[in-house]
Each structure stands twice: as structure tokens, then as C-alpha cells.
């Protein structure tokens, strides 16, 4: 199976403490490498992640509060300090466009490469980026400022073709392509040979979703409904629910029921409050509604499987 996993780089809230950084993530999805968020401290973690920094091709921001963007100018004048020649995709809240601008011209004014800025309206669900591997959605959230979370999709792979069945039918090579898209294939005698019979079903495609900042929204499970892995933040215990309420954050129990209802694999949290020395009582809460609930933690490489 072709890698997808995401690195957890930074799981903490707005207080970078001792216990966790600001929120980073990179995805790793068939040899490419995507940014989620860049809060502070995002380049010492990227060294221990050990992911290549030229192998980041994109950066997707969900909103401009600092736990989530602060990281990112400092990580563009090092690329520039290491050569990078490539583009380098940043997505985020159109506004952030003017701030990059006038920070860039101040601090990162020789750079060898391009920073290309695609501006987001962080109120539509809509597809953001493609390539032939994977999509990206936008996921509209409830938070204090614009802000939205993203859906990574892989694309569908072509069946696998059984060896062992072109050998037998003497298939020529230049049809192959044929059986991948699922073609028949018809023999000297005008035998019909069905395509099931000549190829394997691919694995089924993956996904994953990242829900950034936001309040309990009762609609959410819809968007992310089915995904294999789910990340919702989880700022508070029960405990603080009112907190989360008035500071447009969730509660752990307010992610496993977004993760329940939306029947996804795996439930990852994150984005803890500094209130909190361990999250045990976070999962526990979460796993009362969703038991395959897990807490992220810097240093993670998780399987989206
Ligand atoms: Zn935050
Ligand atoms: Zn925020």
C-alpha cells in the first residue's frame, strides 16, 4: 500500500507549553508532502519529524490566529536560506495575502523561489486543489474568525492487473492500459474473457480530514461523513464546556459525537488547552461516545488506513 500517514508536529492550543507546540501537521500522501497549519516552532519540528523540508510542496492555513501561523514566515526564509528553487503552494484565508506580502518584503526579499498564495473562502465547501493522486476540500467551520478545515482525498487506483491471467491468455502488452480501464479482452476464437477475471479490485481510496478551531457544529458529520481518519480539535474537557462554547472551541465529547455521527474510522484529538498537564480525561470522555478515539501527541506518524 502507497504511504499516507499524517506527522503530528504540534498538537497544543494557544499557550505553547513544555507538554506540546503549536498546531503543525504534514501529510504524507503517495510521495508528496502537505502542510496543515504552521504554528511556532514548526521548523524544529519539522528537523525531528525528519520529513524533508524540500518535499513540502504546499501549506494549507485554516485561520489566522497566531498557534496556527506564526511558523510560517521564519520556515520560508529558510527554505530560501536552503536552496529551495521549487514553488512553494500557500493556502489560507484571502486576508493573510497582504500580511505575507508586506512581511515577505521586509524579511524574505531574495528568495530563489516563488511563494504562490491561493486566497480561500474558508465559508464554502469546495475542492481546492487536485492533482492525479489526491483532492483537497475546504470544510467551512464555526470559529471566532474565518476559518475551515481540510479533507484530503486520495483518487481511486486503476485495478490491479493479475499477471498470471495475461500470461495465460497471451495478452499483448499494448493492451494492458485497456484492462486497467476495464476493457474485456476477446481471444483468437471470439471468446469474451470479462475484465474480473484479468485483474484484482484496487484497495479502497482513503481519506482524511482535519477539523481546525471551531465550536460543536451539529451539521460537521456530514462533511467528513465516512472518512477514515478524523482529526477534531478538543480544547476542553467537559469540565469547561462552557469555556468552549464562548471561545468558539469544542469539548473532547463534542469531537467523538462529530466523529460517531459521521461514522469515520478513527478519531484523533488535538489542540489541548495548557489548562490541561495530561489529556486522560479528554480521551476518556471521547471514548464514552466514540471508543476508537486516540490522542495526538507531537512525534506521531499516524496511518490513514
Ligand atoms: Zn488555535
Ligand atoms: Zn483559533
Redesign the pocket.
Known sequence: MEPFNVHILGCG??LPTLHHN??CQIVEIRGKFFMIDC?EGTQIQIRRSRVNFSKIQAVFIS?L?G??CFGLLGMISTFGMLGRTAPLHVYAPSNFEEYLKHSMQMFCNRLEYEVVFHGLDTKKNIQIYEDKSLTVETIPLDHRIACCGFLFREKQTAPHIRRDMIDYYSIPISQINNIKAGADWKTEDGEVIPNERLTTPPLPARSYAYC??TRYMENLHTMVEGVNLLYH?S?YANDKADNAKLYY?STAEQAATVARDARVGKLLLG?YSARYSNENQLLKEAREVFPNSFLSDEGQCIAVQ
Open positions: 492550543s494557544a503549536s498546531t504554528g485561520h490566529h498557534d496556527h481546525s478551531d480539535e480544547t472551541h489542540h
